[in-house]
């Protein structure tokens, strides 16, 4: 919990850890509540700082198509998904890179930072990256 307080009074999209108010939208806490007002703001913590639940939700948000081209791969119910998504798959691309935030809380996961690239765009992008 520590650890992500100081997360919070830098994260520019939650309100700051302040006495009394959600850490998230900054309401007044209801009883028994401690960091979140609801179960909402809490998710969206998460949302914007996991990794894993960031990436999930931004994937649903691009209704599981790359960004750049529109291009959709082969859903879970495709008789070869588990052969085609060798090659052909969505991932979650930092537009701003991560540099090795993937597995803490960071900042670098806000979901205006994430978009979902196929394979294809998703190295063309790092090649320009690099550049
Ligand atoms: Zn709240
Ligand atoms: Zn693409
Ligand atoms: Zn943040």
Same mark, same amino acid.
């Given at each position: 919990?520590?650890?992500?307080?100081?997360?919070?009074?830098? +994260?520019?999209?939650?309100? @700051?850890?302040?006495? @009394? =108010? +959600?850490?998230?939208?900054?309401?007044?806490?209801?009883?028994?509540?401690?960091?979140? +007002?609801?179960?909402?703001?809490?998710?969206?913590?998460?949302?914007?700082?996991?990794?894993?639940?960031?990436?999930?939700?931004?994937?649903? =948000?691009?209704?599981? =198509?790359?960004?750049?081209? @529109? $291009?959709?791969?082969? @859903?879970?119910?495709?008789? =070869?998904?588990?052969?085609?998504?060798?090659?052909?798959?969505?991932?979650?691309?930092?537009?701003?890179?991560?540099?090795?935030? $993937?597995?803490?809380?960071?900042?670098? $996961?806000?979901?205006?930072?994430?978009?979902?690239? +196929?394979?294809?765009? $998703?190295?063309?992008?790092?090649?320009?990256?690099?550049?």
């Amino acid at each position: 919990m520590t650890k992500s307080l100081s997360l919070l009074a830098a +994260c520019t999209l939650a309100h @700051g850890a302040v006495p @009394g =108010r +959600c850490a998230w939208c900054g309401a007044e806490l209801p009883k028994r509540r401690r960091t979140w +007002c609801s179960d909402r703001c809490g998710d969206a913590f998460w949302a914007n700082h996991w990794w894993s639940v960031a990436r999930r939700t931004v994937r649903r =948000r691009d209704r599981y =198509r790359c960004k750049r081209c @529109g $291009h959709k791969p082969p @859903g879970r119910t495709h008789p =070869r998904y588990r052969t085609l998504r060798k090659t052909d798959r969505l991932e979650v691309n930092h537009i701003v890179p991560a540099r090795g935030d $993937h597995r803490r809380l960071s900042c670098a $996961h806000h979901l205006e930072n994430l978009e979902t690239l +196929c394979l294809t765009c $998703h190295k063309a992008y790092t090649k320009e990256q690099r550049a």
